[in-house]
């Protein structure tokens, strides 16, 4: 019965479908990624390696047997490991993951009838959609990383959540994000 399926044997199974095809859509639930991914959306995820992943590149990763989906805010390298800064965009305080738990990352976001690839934050995102291109995530790229330098001045690498407030900001000036 479906009832009794675990959603550590759904993520299980979605890692290995990724493993296997290299690209697999997911649903996101939850709201955390807001304003650019909202709960109900889909997200492509493509397999990739940590030499793939950059700041600013939204990710999927394994944590409790759930895959969850944020934005990487930082790279830590040592000689025998590699860490990934992770939070989600409204969340208030980032985390360490390890690179070996990330599953892959987001290349495109569905929503209803439209899909826009996502690039890194080096690049517009290009649409490939049938309607108009979200202003969002056209400039997202561009004014997450000023936000992330703007914080550095500001407060230096305190936890204050000034990414994700601002992000909320920015999605209300462009007049398409939502609040709560």
Known sequence: MVDNVRRTD????WAEVLDKTGELWIGISGDSMLPVVHNGDSVLVR??????IGQGDIVTFRRGGILITHRVIGIVRDASRTMIIEKGD????PTMIDS???????????????????KGPQESPDKFGSAGQSPVLQYLGVAYSFLLKLKHH???NKSLGL???ALSVWARVAGTGTSR
């Open 100 to 118: 070996d738990d990330v599953a892959g990352k987001v290349i495109a976001l569905r929503r209803g009838p439209d899909t826009w690839s996502i």
């Open 90 to 93: 409204r969340s208030l305080r």
């Open 163 to 165: 990414q994700g407030f």
């Open 154 to 156: 500001l407060i230096g």
């Open 47 to 52: 397999r990739a390696t940590v030499s793939d």
């Open 10 to 13: 759904i993520a299980d199974l």
